[in-house]
């Protein structure tokens, strides 16, 4: 197996990565200002209840933010003003609340979208380099393997690999017997699907053979050198999804260019 | 401020790749072992803040691992993710037991794991 290196980013990673950061900056920013805020309005319910109108604006500026700004609203009351300012006052502090509440709530789901994108980013990325990284043939083996458990989700499948005259033969089970594995490399079904090249899953999977969530045939060139039959799924896994068919797609194409250029020699072993 | 140690561990080059992508960028140090008696020997001489674990491994599982780490007071105290393909309530409570403070499933939800590590470090 070949050794792990550190993985570089891949590209558009590192804009990502930067904004990122910029918004988890941004979000902690405006957690800081909501507590000075509720601070601040507490503060004024406190002095309205007893009476004293004393009070001070909120510490907007400390922030460096400017979420609302400051001609949009009146200032609130000052030292000395009375119980009917003092309520105004505090009513003005809510609506600062709840906008930089709502402001924080954005910002944390274009954080959350982003953390989510950056994951898929580096997911393709790993797929492809563990491919192509692969010094043999049998480490090829390893990398659809460990893809098919580790970004499809599922440790019930068979990699199915063409022999030198055309038929299929199992390169790799998991959770199938050799005879189950046999089984899906005759089916003359599957074998036509193979043939077509085209991703079949879902229903039109469990069409060809029954539990097949995904056949995956590896084709480049124009050349088929095999397939991936993939079974049950994870049961924290509910569904292949749009994602995952990008990682198919993938392996599809990648796995099979990486078997070709990996050396014969080791394909005896595989 | 000096960046937070994550030692992930783990026989699967695909799994270290992508953790090592995901936490590299959250600016957390991180170190890896491939499998659980290079986990516990590396979490001896690394200290890490926190330790994500596989479990089934080579020569010694992540629960196994778990509970050397627990009966080492050197480093007894530091939180234990374990990373797991199952997520049976049967297997859990086998983590559990060896000591492990959460756990997270595969295929990883990026999203899911680094909530977990923020609610054990704070903001990286």
């Known amino acids: 197996m070949a050794a792990l290196k550190p993985p570089a980013a891949p590209p558009g990673h590192e804009a990502m990565a930067a904004r990122h950061q910029e918004l988890t900056s941004v979000s902690s920013r405006l957690a800081e200002m909501v507590a000075m805020l509720r601070q601040s309005r507490e503060a004024v319910a406190s002095r309205h209840a007893d009476g004293a109108a004393s009070l001070t604006p909120p510490p907007m500026a400390a922030s460096g933010l400017q979420v609302v700004p400051p001609s949009a609203a009146p200032e609130p009351p000052r030292a000395g003003a009375g119980p009917a300012q003092a309520g105004a006052g505090e009513a003005l502090l809510q609506d600062r609340l709840e906008t930089i509440e709502q402001v924080n709530r954005t910002i944390r789901d274009e954080l959350l979208s982003l953390q989510g994108q950056m994951a898929q980013a580096a997911a393709l990325y790993v797929t492809l380099r563990r491919l192509h990284e692969a010094g043999t043939r049998v480490e090829v083996l390893d990398g659809l393997q460990e893809s098919i458990i580790n970004m499809l989700g599922s440790e019930d499948f068979v990699i199915l690999i063409a022999g030198p005259r055309g038929g299929l033969a199992a390169a790799r089970t998991m959770q199938r017997s050799s005879e189950q594995a046999n089984l899906v490399a005759s089916d003359p079904r599957v074998q036509a699907a193979i043939a077509r090249g085209a991703l079949t899953t879902g229903a039109a999977a469990s069409t060809l053979m029954p539990g097949l969530n995904a056949l995956i045939p590896l084709v480049a060139r124009g050349r088929s050198i095999g397939a991936m039959a993939v079974f049950q799924l994870l049961q924290q896994k509910e569904a292949l999804g749009a994602f995952d068919e990008e990682i198919m797609g993938l392996l599809a194409l990648h796995g099979a260019l990486a078997w070709m250029g990996a050396p014969e020699k080791a394909a005896d072993g595989a | ?124």
């Open chain 2, 1 to 124: 401020m000096q960046r937070k140690k994550v030692l992930l561990v783990d026989d699967s080059p695909t799994v270290l790749m992508m953790e090592q992508m995901l936490l590299g960028r959250q600016n957390y140090e991180v170190i890896t072992a491939k499998d659980g008696e290079e986990g516990v020997a590396k979490a001896h001489s690394e200290h890490p803040d926190l330790i994500l674990m596989d479990v089934v491994m080579p020569r010694m599982d992540g629960f196994e691992a778990v509970r050397r780490i627990r009966a080492d007071d050197s480093i007894s105290q530091v939180p234990v993710i374990m990373v797991t393909t199952r997520g049976e309530t049967v297997n859990m409570e086998k983590g559990y037991t060896a000591g492990c403070s959460d756990y997270v499933t595969k295929p990883i939800d990026a999203r899911e794991l680094l909530a977990k590590l923020k609610s054990y470090l704070g903001d990286a």
